[in-house]
């Protein structure tokens, strides 16, 4: 007597098991794909400060950021979806398990979506009409998914770079003997990020009034 087909039975957790392992490979394939576009759009943003544009600049780097947020998002999300998929009582997290997954299908697709090939990553450089609409689309499409976290980094990323080109060192910062003193400096170096960010967001939050308020109104 052979084992009857009961016995095979694939169940919910299998096969969510079975979904987490496609998403997971589909992530690496787009990681390793991913990863040539970003190495691109660091390169352009260099082209762009030393050539002085650095609006074109912060573009690529906005958009790489966004990218690597998607990757890094994904891949957590991953993770935390095998450990419920490895729980013994899996029922219990089955409605989290699979809203999950359709969450990881969602990002996946944009992922996908930002592969568009180095062309794409070309015309964030580019003078033509066509590459003039396309930075627009993008810059457009970047405002509502990045956060201000996001933002700032990017821009201490411009910041590194531009220094970098310019042939500015980061100045030395002596080795203090006293621990207080050392505390004090880097108390110093936070408060004084801190107010650059703050900063920055009020000119983000200026360009977005100025943006709306050219916007025409509909009648």
Known sequence: M???PSSHKISAQDRAILEMKVQRDKLHQYQKRITLITDRETAVARECLARGDKSKALLALRRKKYQESLL????????????????VEFAAVQKDVLYGLKQGTSVLKQIQAEMGGIENVEKLM???ADAVAYQKEISEMLGGQMSNEDEDEVEDELDALEKEISGVKEPEVPTLPEAPNTRLGESEDKQAQVERRKTRARERAREV?????TEPMLT
Do not use: I, P, V, Y
């Not at 009034?209 to 308020?213: G, L, P, V």
């Open 209 to 213: 009034a100025d943006m709306s308020a």
């Open 126 to 128: 580019g003078e033509s």
């Open 72 to 87: 890094a998002k994904t891949d957590a999300q991953l993770e935390q979806l095998q450990r419920l998929t490895s729980d």
């Open 2 to 4: 052979g084992n009857t």
